[in-house]
């Protein structure tokens, strides 16, 4: 057998390789399946994101949670087209099951309800799901079903049915009543822009902690139980923090008239931004190799955040106020904002994952891994997964 004489590309150039394939992938598909002038298929703004967020509930369930297990047995990139094509199936079925039978019986769910809110009502589950089954990757590393000796694709089938329990609970008591038809006197525990914000932000925590910095500061808490409860605990505290921090600069960047016609929704807008900078941390993470690796922890840890949140600033300007109107063809929110990142930033996160992830990012080839200086030997989370 011959081998391939193709030698590895260098990580700034692989990275740059990717991004122009993800970004033309994302352009083309979003004016396929998405934008409201040239697309045939009139989705927008739903059921189109329902189905995207469906979509990478999907990814996180085999890709992380299952680490591909059954995929990994196919070749590139008869992978990738599978991978793809599950995930697209996956999503179409459970968004329409979801509005056409379970909305047959429940109307809140209904994809006939006004501006599509039954739509979303049925896709607010995957927001709890990104919680759940992320943090039991990259924070827990599949604890415990690891430390008894299970393996895949029953570490992965173990995790998505003990962890939907507690991620129903979540949608039950959060989600739902924010978005239901209201009864009189009732009232959801956070409104819909505010638990978007917030929530969202303990996504945010979750990926910046697990991915960019490699569970720092949970792994300090010692055996891998602990390290769970203190990522649970954390991620929620770090998660409001940062809330309140990505609403102030939200505030700032939108300026204080835009920031007073946008009112209330003004708590959604950290998930906004924040979608930005967890689409780049994944990126990142993936296709430039969670660069820095060769300095100390510290400086490591903090350059990624920078870099990446300096990024996902940028993609927040230049989206909401150059490419949501002009490129995309989306509509305006308030004054000179145009779109919802939700939309657009969650379609690049997803096509980044199904191609580095489904495809490897077929046919580049990565660089050598970088050589990590020393450290104390800890638990380690699991990366999100590059085929």
Known sequence: MQHSTQRPMAWWAFGLANLAVVLTASLLGWYLLADPETSPLDVYPLPFNAALFWALMFVVWTGFNLELAG?????????????????????????????????????NFAGGREGGLGYFT?????????STYVMAVVNWNHWPWTDRGLRQPMVGLCEIAFLLGPTILLYVVLGIPAVAERLPGAGPVLELDALLGWYYSVVIAIVLTGLCWENWPWRLAGGRAGVALASLVGNVVLGTILFLALRFVVEVVVGGATADQLGAALDQFPSQIGVCWVAWMIFWGNAFGNRPTSYGTAVNLACRAAITFGLALVTFVAYYYVLAEHVLHEPPVVGALHGNALGFLDWFALVTLLYVVGFGSYPLRAPEAAQVPDEPAADLPAPVPAG
């Open 122 to 130: 049925g896709a607010l589950f995957v927001l709890f799901g990104f």
């Open 71 to 107: 995929f990994d047995r196919i070749p590139q990139p008869w992978r990738g087209i599978a991978f793809t094509s599950a995930t697209a199936a996956f999503a179409v079925a459970v968004t329409w099951l979801l509005a056409h039978g379970l909305g047959s019986l429940d109307a």
